[in-house]
């Protein structure tokens, strides 16, 4: 029989090699200057010293042990599901119950208080209604659009995407959950349109 | 004439884009399963995961975010310096004087007061004097040999490492900031041993 700590350690120990996975899950955007597209487990990485950052900066009324849990955490059932580009048109509902079935399976190797803090994690981000989770999703969309802008344009063109459909797609979300980022990222994406990194005409 | 916050916010954006890089910076173990190395940005992820769920089941007397914090930022450094094999028998204080100007040089894209946050959190990591610094180097030093036991071995064969050297270099690390983590590696070491995951002799 096995003291309980070394049990707790041994499924902690099964939940983070099982989510190595998440290294294995490709982008559609490149890291700068990089000719290869980022994995998820990257991506969560920067996103979280982006919004530990930006919370810490404007002194943000947000929680950024929270936010940062969150951000690491969210992308997970992607090990399952895949990633899906932020401007597909249909299919996100079942999306997100595909999603939610990944997570519950690969939370369940954690300790079971752990795996429900991870769950709710998972589903505040994912419901995006707490300032919280607003902020977090605010940081998510932006940190594609601004390795675009540093790339030329790269998965907006290699997608026929629009400046209009980035806008209204990443928009909303952004100024919801931090407004100032969106004043800054809206310029930028001005900027970007007058330098043709966008398509024409929406593919 | 621009606001301070969109001064602040391009600042960090502008450190965030630096930090891109540590994408790039190659280490000398593999995720699960893949035929690369594993790069350093994804590997700041999975071990902020790993201390995150071993703080909150343990009920260690740590403070996760701070924890959190010095692990997304302790291997930045790594950006001008490149990743040293921990094995590495020499040059230890020649390179620890390279990341410190390295993070110097990150560090200063970002806002003043955030530099000095990040700054305080890599040489706290660094110095490994407080309780939230040893746990940190914890987890730093068992996720590339939790890595490597489900690898086959690993960067130990490739690299011609043997048991009693993995034991002496990560041992004391491990045992010092999470006892209970060391005695469930102890035993995963041991068991490796017997199926001959390690160089016989040093190389």
Redesign the interface.
Known sequence: MQEP??I???Q??Q???E??????VLRKVK??G?DRY??T??H???I???A???A???ELSVD??RV??ML??HDIGEIDAGDKFVFAQDGWEERKAAELRAVERIFSF??E??AG??LDMWKEFDAGETQNARFAKAIDRS?PV??NL?NGGGSWLENRVTYERVCARVGPEIEAGCP??W??VERQLERARQKGFFAETQG
């Open positions: 700590g070394l707790q350690i041994q902690i120990v939940f983070v090699l989510i190595d996975k998440l290294k294995g890291p700068v990089e980022e994995n487990a990257e969560s990485w920067q979280a010293v982006f530990l950052s930006l810490r900066t404007l950024p042990e940062v849990a690491l955490v954690a300790p208080t752990l803090f991870l940190m601004l390795l540093s100032e980022l004043k800054y």
